[in-house]
């Protein structure tokens, strides 16, 4: 049986102004909240300097040892960002990237 997401955190958008994340089953809310989140519609939402690198990696940090997924895809998706962050030493963790075949057809890397 395929794991369900209702449980996870999956990292949406990072690179951007705001970070989007999607946590359907809320049972992260009091952690996000506490990171500065702000629940809009079916997303956690934050908004960030552009060039606050240092707070970024600090949540991104936050958000591995919250097993959170961080979509795959193309143009700096939150998977390719964490990536560079590794490249350049700013991160040394592992975490989970998520990659998307169709709707409910995903797989989960540990990276």
């Given at each position: 049986m395929?794991?369900?997401?209702?449980?996870k955190?999956?990292?949406?958008?990072?690179?951007?102004?705001s970070?989007?994340?999607?946590?359907?089953?809320?049972?992260?809310?009091?952690?996000l909240?506490?990171?500065?989140?702000v629940?809009?519609?079916?997303?956690?939402?934050?908004?960030?300097p552009?060039?606050?690198i240092?707070?970024?990696?600090?949540?991104?940090?936050?958000?591995?040892a919250?097993?959170?997924?961080?979509?795959?895809?193309?143009?700096?998706?939150?998977?390719?960002?964490?990536?560079y962050y590794?490249?350049?030493?700013?991160?040394?963790?592992?975490y989970?990237?998520?990659?998307?075949?169709?709707k409910?057809?995903?797989?989960?890397?540990?990276?």
């Amino acid at each position: 049986m395929r794991e369900s997401l209702d449980n996870k955190i999956i990292v949406v958008e990072l690179a951007g102004q705001s970070i989007l994340l999607s946590n359907s089953g809320d049972n992260f809310k009091k952690e996000l909240i506490a990171m500065g989140f702000v629940k809009k519609g079916k997303y956690y939402a934050l908004d960030l300097p552009t060039k606050d690198i240092t707070q970024r990696v600090t949540l991104i940090k936050k958000l591995i040892a919250l097993e959170a997924l961080f979509s795959n895809g193309k143009d700096w998706s939150p998977s390719e960002l964490v990536d560079y962050y590794k490249e350049i030493g700013l991160i040394d963790s592992k975490y989970y990237k998520i990659s998307w075949k169709g709707k409910d057809d995903f797989y989960i890397v540990l990276k």
